[in-house]
């Protein structure tokens, strides 16, 4: 390249880059505008920088006007096509991003939506996103829901688990008062009987609490786990046998994992309990413990990576029902309706279940319930019990004194 060429060069690229700032100063302008404007410029100005360069490279090189105007009415040409290309890719654009926009208003709006396939790939991916958005905002919303009624109905029954009780203690204080009861000793130990069920049913509200509001804190060490089911065993026992009820359980020797020893106490003991309260007379509740390699659990579906301990305990109730085991582990949940208190089991507001899956999963395991009929579990024939199924990390929830999340609800 001579000094001539390179003086048309430098002249034709200083014009362009005028047209250029131009246009990004129009284009900054118009930057609130529609979509239309930009694309408009980004059609028209690199045809304008062409132009400019050749009218400015054209008086250095002494063309002939005639070619010049040739060369003008050329530009002038291809910037006709190129705004009219550009506009209706505007149009286009305008009208896949007004769409998009539509797709935009429905997403939580609870009615139903699916996302579409139009115009270019990143439309698409943003709407198949907005798509997965609104099925997340639908999960929440119904997630929220269930917690409202479960909320009310938490409020409402626990209201009456008071009530009643208290009632009962109001009339016996007065009866006792007015000397109008013939055993106040019984009267007495009555009184001290719904006082201690009434503390346990605060108890089990301020655990749930803490495991709702994410402040529970583990102390995980290690823990034997047949040392902790003969300890639910043994305090279960005078239930069982007063019900008329066999109880028994194995678990291998040395079977340890990590864990809060007060967390997993009371997680079995709950189980157990809750087991030898819904067992009819002359029926069995069996606990066993085994430990899962890493591999089991995967298939199991119970999470990956790591061995686990699992954790069964089999009662004769004569099965829950599909309905019910959808609520089984639900806040306040109970199968009597009625509600009536035991006085052999000393039964709380049906919070022990709620508290056993909130401290399991703040575990990192897993808790399910399923109906044991006569050829097995869901095989078909009359349900003749439930089991419900533990299963916890070998390795523990993380490290001591950790904070807990709170769980996300399930559905």
């Given at each position: 390249m001579n000094g001539e060429q390179a003086q048309v060069v430098l002249v034709?690229?200083?014009?362009?880059?005028?047209?250029?700032?131009?246009?990004?100063?129009?284009?900054?302008?118009?930057?609130?505008?529609?979509?239309?404007?930009?694309?408009?410029?980004a059609?028209?100005?690199?045809?304008?920088?062409?132009?400019?360069?050749v009218l400015a490279a054209s008086q250095r090189m002494f063309i002939s006007d005639d070619d010049v105007e040739v060369v003008t009415l050329v530009a002038g040409a291809a910037t006709?096509?190129?705004?009219?290309?550009?506009?209706?890719?505007?149009?286009?654009?305008?009208?896949?991003?007004?769409?998009?926009?539509?797709?935009?208003?429905?997403?939580?709006?609870?009615?139903?939506?699916?996302?579409?396939?139009?115009?270019?790939?990143?439309?698409?991916?943003?709407?198949?996103?907005?798509?997965?958005?609104?099925?997340?905002?639908?999960?929440?919303?119904?997630?929220?829901?269930?917690?409202?009624?479960?909320r009310r109905e938490l409020v409402s029954w626990v209201s009456h688990d008071l009530r009643t009780p208290l009632a009962g203690m109001r009339a016996m204080t007065e009866a006792l008062e007015d000397g109008m009861t013939p055993d106040p000793e019984r009267y007495h130990r009555q009184i001290r009987v719904e006082v201690?069920?009434?503390?346990?049913?605060?108890?089990?509200?301020?655990?749930?609490?803490?495991?709702?509001?994410?402040?529970?804190?583990?102390?995980?060490?290690?823990?034997?786990?047949?040392?902790?089911?003969?300890?639910?065993?043994?305090a279960a026992d005078p239930v069982a046998r007063a019900r008329g009820v066999r109880l028994g359980g194995a678990v291998p020797g040395g079977l340890e994992l990590v864990a809060d020893p007060s967390g997993l106490s009371r997680v079995v003991s709950n189980l157990v309990m809750n087991a030898v309260r819904h067992t009819p007379p002359g029926g069995t509740v069996h606990v066993e413990g085994t430990g899962l390699a890493a591999g089991v659990r995967a298939a199991a579906g119970d999470g990956a990576g790591g061995d686990c301990v699992e954790l069964v305990v089999t009662d004769g109730c004569g099965g829950i029902g599909a309905v019910d085991l959808a609520r089984v582990f639900d806040v306040a949940w109970q199968a009597e309706p009625s509600?009536?208190?035991?006085?052999?089991?000393?039964?709380?507001?049906?919070?022990?279940?709620?508290?056993?899956?909130?401290?399991?999963?703040?575990?990192?395991?897993?808790?399910?319930?399923?109906?044991?009929?006569?050829?097995?579990?869901?095989?078909?024939?009359r349900p003749t019990g439930c089991r419900?199924?533990?299963?916890?990390?070998v390795d523990g929830p993380g490290p001591p004194d950790a904070v807990v999340p709170a769980p996300v609800p399930h559905s």
């Amino acid at each position: 390249m001579n000094g001539e060429q390179a003086q048309v060069v430098l002249v034709a690229a200083v014009a362009a880059v005028v047209v250029g700032v131009v246009g990004l100063l129009l284009a900054w302008l118009v930057r609130r505008l529609s979509i239309r404007w930009q694309l408009g410029l980004a059609a028209v100005v690199p045809v304008a920088a062409v132009l400019a360069g050749v009218l400015a490279a054209s008086q250095r090189m002494f063309i002939s006007d005639d070619d010049v105007e040739v060369v003008t009415l050329v530009a002038g040409a291809a910037t006709v096509v190129a705004l009219a290309v550009a506009l209706a890719l505007s149009r286009a654009v305008t009208r896949w991003s007004l769409s998009l926009r539509e797709e935009v208003r429905r997403v939580g709006s609870g009615s139903p939506y699916v996302g579409g396939a139009r115009g270019p790939s990143e439309f698409r991916a943003l709407s198949e996103e907005l798509a997965t958005a609104h099925a997340r905002l639908e999960e929440a919303r119904g997630r929220a829901a269930r917690l409202e009624d479960s909320r009310r109905e938490l409020v409402s029954w626990v209201s009456h688990d008071l009530r009643t009780p208290l009632a009962g203690m109001r009339a016996m204080t007065e009866a006792l008062e007015d000397g109008m009861t013939p055993d106040p000793e019984r009267y007495h130990r009555q009184i001290r009987v719904e006082v201690d069920r009434m503390v346990r049913m605060v108890d089990d509200l301020f655990e749930l609490s803490r495991i709702h509001a994410g402040v529970l804190r583990l102390a995980p060490e290690a823990v034997v786990l047949g040392d902790v089911v003969s300890d639910a065993i043994a305090a279960a026992d005078p239930v069982a046998r007063a019900r008329g009820v066999r109880l028994g359980g194995a678990v291998p020797g040395g079977l340890e994992l990590v864990a809060d020893p007060s967390g997993l106490s009371r997680v079995v003991s709950n189980l157990v309990m809750n087991a030898v309260r819904h067992t009819p007379p002359g029926g069995t509740v069996h606990v066993e413990g085994t430990g899962l390699a890493a591999g089991v659990r995967a298939a199991a579906g119970d999470g990956a990576g790591g061995d686990c301990v699992e954790l069964v305990v089999t009662d004769g109730c004569g099965g829950i029902g599909a309905v019910d085991l959808a609520r089984v582990f639900d806040v306040a949940w109970q199968a009597e309706p009625s509600r009536t208190p035991d006085d052999v089991t000393g039964r709380g507001a049906g919070l022990g279940l709620a508290i056993v899956k909130g401290i399991v999963e703040a575990h990192r395991g897993s808790v399910h319930a399923e109906d044991v009929t006569e050829q097995g579990v869901d095989q078909g024939g009359r349900p003749t019990g439930c089991r419900f199924r533990v299963v916890l990390p070998v390795d523990g929830p993380g490290p001591p004194d950790a904070v807990v999340p709170a769980p996300v609800p399930h559905s």
